[in-house]
């Protein structure tokens, strides 16, 4: 399977426990982006990495959240001391960067990790 | 930073009916705009885009058309099947050459046989 791949698909959690995420992009893909989607809203942005650099983080809460994009493996989304209103759809796209004259803007998403948090 | 406004829904609908699902934009310069789709249980696809002014993108039967003087980018389908229920984001980048989009609050679409 070529495509982005996310696991777990489903996470349970109990409250003030670390949730882990994790997200391998597309092969070839050198940028990896997160969204939130909440029950019944639409989709947020989190985080935008590439490899070793975190490019734009303005969607991320200030605290318990964080995202790296290791030189070797997946992305990975940690929400440390999860509550309640962390329950949610996590996903992650990635895209091929090309030169801003070529740019598509088309993502390819994963299936998305649940998160549960009881 | 740029942005974009859906209309709500849910909406419900008889198959073979005509679908419209209004997407209005405020953006510097002229973007690329995008349609995606969201199956149940699963994660968001592509379904159409275009990348200028006036530009129609298509595909699976649906349309859309780039239309710079109402800024809007209006999802269309001529006749509704079952398996297009789902819920339609329409989306364009956060800002001029970004590139993370932006998703308007999705509409949800139902299609009843």
């Known amino acids: 399977n070529a495509g982005v791949m996310q696991n777990p698909r489903h996470l349970v959690r109990r409250r003030g426990q670390e949730a882990r995420l994790r997200c391998s992009p597309m092969k070839g893909h050198s940028h990896v982006y997160w969204y939130r989607q909440l029950p019944e809203e639409g989709l947020k942005f989190m985080v935008y990495?590439?490899?070793?650099?975190?490019?734009?983080e303005s969607g991320m809460p200030k605290e318990r959240f964080s995202a790296e994009f290791p030189k070797e493996g997946p992305s990975i989304l940690r929400i440390q001391q999860v509550v309640r209103g962390d329950s949610a759809a996590y996903f992650c796209?990635?895209?091929?960067?090309?030169?801003?004259?070529?740019?598509?803007?088309?993502?390819?998403f994963g299936e998305g990790s649940r998160l549960t948090v009881l | 930073g740029n942005s974009v406004t859906q209309m709500e829904g849910p909406v419900t609908l008889s198959e073979e009916a005509f679908l419209t699902i209004n997407c209005t934009y405020t953006?510097?310069?002229?973007?690329?705009l995008f349609w995606y789709v969201q199956y149940p249980g699963e994660g968001l696809q592509l379904l159409l885009k275009?990348?200028?002014?006036?530009d129609k993108g298509s595909n699976k039967g649906f349309e859309a058309t780039y239309r710079k003087e109402t800024t809007s980018f209006h999802l269309e389908k001529g006749s509704v099947q079952v398996s297009d229920s789902a819920v339609y984001f329409c989306?364009?980048?956060?800002?001029?050459?970004?590139?993370?989009?932006?998703f308007g609050q999705g509409t949800r679409l139902t299609i009843n046989p």
């Open positions: 275009a990348t200028k002014a006036d």
């Open positions: 990495l590439q490899k070793e650099n975190i490019i734009d």
């Open positions: 953006a510097t310069g002229y973007p690329s």
């Open positions: 796209a990635s895209s091929l960067f090309r030169d801003t004259r070529w740019y598509t803007g088309e993502l390819f």
């Open positions: 989306a364009l980048p956060g800002i001029q050459g970004a590139q993370k989009l932006v």
